[in-house]
Each structure stands twice: as structure tokens, then as C-alpha cells.
């Protein structure tokens, strides 16, 4: 089977595609699929931060500042999906043989991992399209404007993100359900419980950041 054939597979039929890919994982393919994902999330850091300027008290705001967080903000961007697939792989692999799986970490496990990381490509699409339309913002973060950070992620752009995140995010997880129980052959109840775990983890930041911002 070819990359392509891997890909289209994993979205039109994850059941069968990702029995392919378990019994005969390419790494370098979810390599290239986090890879990809990345470069995506990085791109849109690097217009996210170019289009909204935080104004902090006692902060130095020059420009040399500025660029040096716009290059950590890409940097951060580009390291966190390997960290996040590297790490969440390894816990995913662990609660699965403590529930009877037979799977290998590498390059089953990585390899499974990584193809439910295909929807979050999409998502990394419609974030720097949303965030290219999204015209400069100045955000004063002071006692005076408490409500700062509130006006901007209420807005019906970063609203729709987060809705849209979330729909994706349940995307990723039937194609990583499906990842677990044929990788290592356990009840399909059981493959559905440490699937979701990563969903409720994210469902649950992004109520958190919400409340920590008065949006809930």
C-alpha cells in the first residue's frame, strides 16, 4: 500500500486501513503526517501572533521582544505535536497492556498513533485560514481592561475554532479507537474508554481556559 492509499484508507474506512497499518506499521508515514501537522500549527502561531499584540504592564513591548516571541510561538508550535504524539503514544500503549494488549509501542503503536493524528491536519488548515481573516487586534492586558482577554476569545472566530476543535477532535478518536483494538486485540469497550481519554482531556482544557477567562 502506498502513503496516499494509507491516507485515503484512514479516512474513508479506519476500521480495515488501520488493521493494515497495524500489521505492517511504517513509522516515517506518521513521521510525515506529525510533520505536516506542525508545519501547519506553526504557521498559524506565526499569523495568530502577527495579528493580535499584547499589550503587558511592564513588559518590554519593543519589537525585538515582539519577534522573539513571535519565534518562540513558532518554535513551540513545531515541537508540541512530537511531544504530545511521543508522550500520549506511550500512556495509550501502557493503559492497553494493562488491559490485556498484545500491541508494540514501536512502530505499531507510533505508527497507529500518528495516522489518528490525520483529522487534526484539517484542523491546522482551518486555523490559518480563520486566523488570516482575522483583522490586528491590540490586547491591553491591564487591572484597568480585566475583561481583555475575554472580548477576544469570545468572538465568534475563536468560538467556532473551539467547536470545530472539538468536532475534530472526536474524528481523531474513532480513527484511534479503531487503532488500539486492532493494534492490540482488546474489547472494543476497552478501546473505546482509552480513546477517550485524550477527547475528555482536551474537552476539558478548553472548558478550563474558557472559565480562567470568564467565558463560562
Known sequence: ???????VGTITNPKNETEKI???????????????????????AYILSNKITYIIPGFDNTSSMRSLMILSSIVVALI???????????????????AGGEGKFYPQML???????????????INIGIYSMIEP????????????MKEL???????????????????????????IRNAHKISSALSAIIAAIPLVLSVISTAWSFRGIGIL
Open 137 to 148: 487586534q491590540v490586547i491591553d492586558i491591564s487591572p484597568s481592561n480585566p475583561m481583555a
Open 153 to 179: 476569545y469570545s468572538s465568534p472566530s475563536f468560538i467556532a475554532l473551539a467547536l470545530i476543535g472539538i468536532i475534530i477532535q472526536i474524528w481523531s478518536t474513532i480513527i484511534l479507537y479503531f487503532g
Open 22 to 44: 497495524a500489521e505492517h506499521p511504517m513509522i516515517e508515514e506518521a513521521v510525515m503526517l506529525i510533520g505536516v501537522y506542525g508545519i501547519l500549527t506553526a504557521i498559524a
Open 1 to 7: 500500500m502506498s502513503f496516499i492509499e494509507n491516507i
Open 111 to 125: 505508527t497507529v498513533v500518528g495516522f489518528s493524528f490525520l483529522p487534526m491536519i484539517l484542523n491546522g488548515i
Open 80 to 98: 508540541v505535536p512530537i511531544i504530545i504524539w511521543l508522550i500520549g503514544t506511550g500512556v495509550i500503549h501502557l493503559l492497553s497492556m494493562a
